[in-house]
């Protein structure tokens, strides 16, 4: 099996066969981030779609040295947070109920385990579009990739030591809301936890 | 040590990024402080639901969609050069059709053409086509310039065209604006 960089170069070369078998590997990293920063099914293809055109038209840019993941996750980061951004200057809506997930609603084979992860889903999700971008993409880095801080400072342009400060204020935030009890979180973190 | 430091090191720990000794010392901490005993719970529920939570898959079509744009995006570059060639091309012969007929005059050619029965013809045709262009042309230039001259030499003329407009546009601003405060006494009644 080639390599993500063997398939960088071909792709260089004008294979788009090369970059399919590059979406077929990241697909799920790039879509699940983008979902977990954005919140909607929609909008996360849509924004997952646009960071692999952006990787495309920029591959030449692609330092070999890092991995192809964190280069491609930084796009989508970059490209999320602008959307948070732009998003809130036309409309604010954090007390919409956010939609639950289709992959968590479809094909679960028991309805009551699909019924208790799109709960947990849908907690999850409250919780996390109470956070500002920064701290949210932080979190979600940390806990749905188990990046180091220095992966993730490297993914945020920043530094691990903002990535540290960036971690303990989001969790702090995220507990004062479970004590707030205000979201649907408190009750089904409690039963997952 | 400070009860904001005991809050990152929870931080840390939850990360496994606390040496032993500082494991020991926030466990002593939490055993006294009541507060941090109850924020370390709640980010350790948090870290467990965070934890537990799966990554989603994207939809079936995701791959086929991306290859999708891929492709727009490379047609888009592959007609990209023929878009813009063709762009110059029809430049440059607008401006040659534009220009020929002014250098075949000055050159005298129709004359010597002129005898050609069918070409003499057409020639005919065209410079006469050409030379009624000229003169649209120059009676729209002359008569937008008799206004403008008008209009300047004769200050009180566009005192009024300006005043006119003024009033106007006063008037429509005045109407629109009765307009939509009828509307918002309406709508607010009926709401």
């Not at chain 2, 649209?136 to 008569?143: F, R």
């Amino acid at each position: 099996m080639l390599t993500d960089q063997e398939l960088v170069v071909q792709v260089i070369n004008g294979d788009q066969q090369a970059f399919a078998e590059l979406v077929e590997r990241y697909q799920q990293a790039a879509y699940n981030l983008a979902y977990r920063m954005l919140g909607n099914p929609g909008e996360a293809e849509d924004a997952a779609q646009e960071a692999f055109l952006r990787a495309y038209q920029h591959i030449k840019r692609y330092d070999t040295s890092r991995p192809f993941k964190t280069w491609l996750l930084s796009i989508t980061s970059n490209h999320c947070i602008d959307r948070i951004r732009k998003r809130r200057l036309t409309w604010l809506s954090i007390d919409e109920p956010l939609p639950p997930h289709p992959a968590l609603t479809s094909s679960a084979p028991q309805p009551e385990a699909s019924t208790i992860a799109e709960e947990r889903n849908a907690a999850i999700q409250a919780l996390l579009s109470d956070l500002e971008p920064d701290y949210r993409m932080a979190v979600v880095l940390r806990y749905w990739y188990d990046m180091s801080y220095v992966e993730i400072a490297d993914i945020m342009e920043t530094t691990e030591s903002a990535i540290k400060s960036r971690l303990f204020r989001a969790r702090r935030m995220l507990a004062e809301q479970l004590q707030t009890g205000s979201t649907l979180a408190l009750s089904v973190a409690m039963e997952s936890a | 040590m400070a009860h904001n430091s005991y809050e990152v090191m929870m931080s840390l720990a939850l990360d496994a990024l606390l040496t032993q000794e500082e494991e020991k010392e926030l466990n002593q901490h939490l055993q006294s402080c009541s507060t941090c005993a109850q924020l370390w719970d709640d980010m350790t529920i948090i870290n467990t639901m965070f934890t537990a939570s799966a990554e989603v898959a994207p939809p079936a079509n995701f791959s086929a969609n991306v290859l999708a744009r891929v492709e727009s995006y490379e047609s888009g570059r592959r007609w990209y050069p023929w878009i813009v060639g063709v762009l110059v091309a029809a430049s440059v012969i607008a401006a040659s059709l534009w220009a020929l007929p002014a250098l075949f005059l000055s050159l005298g050619l129709p004359d010597l053409l002129a005898e050609w029965p069918v070409i003499g013809e057409i020639i005919d045709a065209a410079t006469r086509g050409y030379i009624a262009i000229q003169i649209g042309v120059s009676w729209v230039v002359e008569l937008a310039n008799t206004w403008f001259s008008y209009l300047l030499n004769e200050p009180a003329s566009l005192a009024v065209i300006l005043t006119a407009l003024v009033l106007a546009s006063t008037w429509i601003g005045l109407l629109e604006g009765i307009k939509a405060t009828r509307n918002a006494a309406v709508s607010s009644q009926t709401a």
